[in-house]
């Protein structure tokens, strides 16, 4: 359980400290744009995970 949830305090800092700088090369905004979608795709991951989890231990105790 601790690991989940550091994992989704880790995941939920990334996606808290984007870039902020605009003017850049194309290059550039499309690495930040493929780092973005990742965080997301990562967070979705983490979460479905700890959902999983949770609903699991919930039918456990029942």
Not at 1 to 25: D, E, N, R, V
């Amino acid at each position: 359980m601790i690991a989940s949830l550091t994992l989704l305090i880790i995941a939920s800092i990334s996606f808290l400290l984007l870039p902020t700088l605009t003017i850049q090369l194309w290059r550039l905004l499309m690495q930040i744009k493929y780092v973005f979608a990742y965080s997301l795709g990562g967070m979705r991951l983490i979460c479905q995970g700890f959902y999983k989890w949770r609903k699991s231990k919930a039918f456990r105790c029942r």
